[in-house]
């Protein structure tokens, strides 16, 4: 008589491989991306300190100045230099994959379940954490230096500047992908230094040559500044100046989209 062998035992300590929810977004990964950067003093100085100095040096000296309707000029300033804290902020943070892909771990990502987009979400997050870090410590110094508006103008004006830093989140991780690490904070400072300046963050747009004016409202700046402003002066926002954050936003986005998975793919 032929004995048959016995079935195989079902294997019940194989590990699980299911994708992980939102693609490996979490809160915890969140919180030591977070840790790390607020752990590096020369990102702190340049993001919370610098813009509050730069507010003193050029915002108290206009102390009995007034705008057209009536609301003091510091506060304009304080909101411009708000938008420019914004600005550094969210770029430095984005700018960190840099000094991640010359360690490849961008690359080493590509071997865990990880989605692009979920990586990408977590560096966003977190420059968007600390630039609106950022712009609470300016307005701190503003209200501190004397500044005095109306509240729905602090609210509105941070929200504006806020959000609208979102374009230059995707401009780090976009330069982080693009530039090598050794080179990237040389090269994202100055950038951003002219862009404030053409964009009309250190002096009003309408104090430039004419060609300059034109100019300026094809820089990343123009919509922000325009956007946190509008509650201060009561000035409308221009559709030129929306369609301007959208279109910087979604380039960046992509771009930076495109760079994570061309270098993680190169396994």
Request: overall charge positive; proline content about 5%.
């Given at each position: 008589m032929t004995t048959l062998p016995a079935p195989a035992a079902t294997r019940t300590d194989q590990p699980d491989r299911r994708l992980?929810?939102?693609?490996g977004f979490s809160l915890g990964a969140l919180r030591i991306e977070l840790r790390r950067v607020l752990r590096n003093r020369r990102t702190l100085a340049f993001t919370l300190i610098m813009p509050g100095v730069f507010f003193l040096i050029f915002g108290l000296p206009q102390g009995d100045k007034t705008l057209d309707n009536g609301r003091p000029v510091m506060a304009y300033v304080m909101i411009s230099l708000a938008v420019y804290a914004a600005m550094v902020a969210t770029t430095s943070a984005g700018g960190a994959v840099a000094t991640e892909r010359a360690l490849g771990w961008s690359r080493q990502l590509r071997l865990t379940p990880l989605r692009p987009v979920a990586y990408i979400a977590t560096k966003v997050a977190t420059a968007m954490t600390l630039g609106l870090i950022a712009i609470v410590v300016e307005f701190l110094v503003g209200a501190a230096a004397g500044v005095r508006i109306p509240a729905h103008v602090w609210l509105l004006s941070g929200l504006a500047a806020w959000v609208s830093s979102l374009v230059f989140a995707a401009f780090g991780l976009f330069i982080g992908y693009l530039v090598p690490a050794e080179n990237v904070m040389q090269f994202i400072g100055p950038?951003?230094?002219?862009?404030?300046?053409?964009?009309?963050?250190?002096?009003?747009?309408?104090?430039?040559?004419?060609?300059?004016?034109?100019?300026?409202?094809?820089?990343?700046?123009?919509?922000?500044?325009?956007?946190?402003?509008?509650?201060?002066?009561?000035?409308?926002?221009?559709?030129?100046?929306?369609?301007?954050?959208?279109?910087?936003?979604?380039?960046?986005?992509?771009?930076?989209?495109?760079?994570?998975?061309?270098d993680t793919a190169r396994v």
């Open positions: 992980p929810a939102l693609g950038v951003l230094g002219v862009l404030a300046t053409f964009g009309g963050l250190f002096l009003p747009v309408e104090l430039l040559s004419e060609v300059l004016q034109r100019v300026a409202k094809f820089t990343p700046v123009y919509g922000m500044g325009e956007l946190s402003r509008a509650p201060l002066t009561g000035d409308g926002v221009s559709v030129v100046g929306v369609a301007n954050m959208v279109f910087w936003a979604l380039l960046f986005g992509i771009g930076a989209t495109r760079l994570f998975r061309r």
